[in-house]
């Protein structure tokens, strides 16, 4: 099952004390989360311990979609609650998570982070026909702009989406507006 642990080797940006600003990589996570890492440029090596939300991922871990079908890169906290404050930073709002499956036997695949409140937001057809393909889809029209993550764990928390994930809803969206050459909605 998908886990929220930061894996070893992820290249991240650290964000916090002395080696604020600069690349790294994780190099051991502990079970209860705090990690040790190597700053990129310490030509000593040293082994530092942080705590996840102490850095950012260095690449992409989630998509933003929007109603016109931009697709955004983005790069969310690792921590599980300055990724939800980030979150709904992004989106301007109270944040709801939606897990989305791709069998008949519910494996996730996919989550997504909503709008709660946001039935004043225009459809977003690109985000819902995505959606919509997975059997475990919400079945609803998705308003307002969409933050696309990898699977979500055992407590429901949004894992990162990977690069073969991202790739596959670009392309998607990036099918739709060359097959439609406009928005799918005015």
């Known amino acids: 099952m998908p886990t929220t642990a930061v894996p070893a080797d992820r290249r991240i940006q650290i964000t916090a004390r002395e080696c604020e600003g600069r690349p790294g990589t994780v190099l051991v996570t502990?079970?209860?989360?705090?990690?040790?890492?190597?700053?990129?440029?310490?030509?000593?090596?040293?082994?530092?311990?942080?705590q996840p939300h102490e850095f950012t991922a260095a690449e992409p871990n989630a998509l933003l979609v929007g109603p016109t079908g931009t697709a955004l890169r983005v790069n969310l906290p690792v921590g599980r609650p300055q990724r939800r404050t980030a979150a709904a930073q992004i989106l301007e709002g109270e944040v709801e998570y939606i897990r989305l499956a791709a069998c008949v036997?519910?494996?996730?695949?996919?989550?997504?982070?909503?709008?709660?409140?946001?039935?004043?937001?225009?459809?977003?057809?690109?985000?819902?026909?995505?959606?919509?393909?997975?059997?475990?889809?919400?079945?609803?029209?998705?308003?307002?702009?969409?933050?696309?993550?990898?699977?979500?764990?055992?407590?429901?928390?949004?894992?990162?989406?990977?690069?073969?994930?991202?790739?596959?809803?670009?392309?998607?969206?990036?099918?739709?507006?060359?097959?439609?050459s406009s928005p799918l909605r005015p």
Not at 30 to 50: F, I, K, N, Q, W
Not at 131 to 138: A, M
């Open 30 to 50: 502990a079970p209860e989360g705090s990690c040790t890492v190597r700053a990129g440029d310490d030509p000593a090596g040293r082994a530092l311990p942080y």
């Open 105 to 180: 036997h519910g494996v996730p695949v996919l989550s997504l982070a909503v709008l709660q409140q946001g039935a004043d937001q225009s459809v977003n057809d690109y985000a819902t026909l995505i959606t919509e393909i997975l059997p475990g889809g919400p079945g609803r029209n998705l308003r307002g702009p969409v933050l696309f993550f990898g699977a979500a764990d055992d407590h429901g928390w949004p894992t990162d989406l990977g690069a073969r994930e991202r790739q596959i809803i670009e392309k998607f969206i990036g099918a739709l507006l060359t097959e439609f």
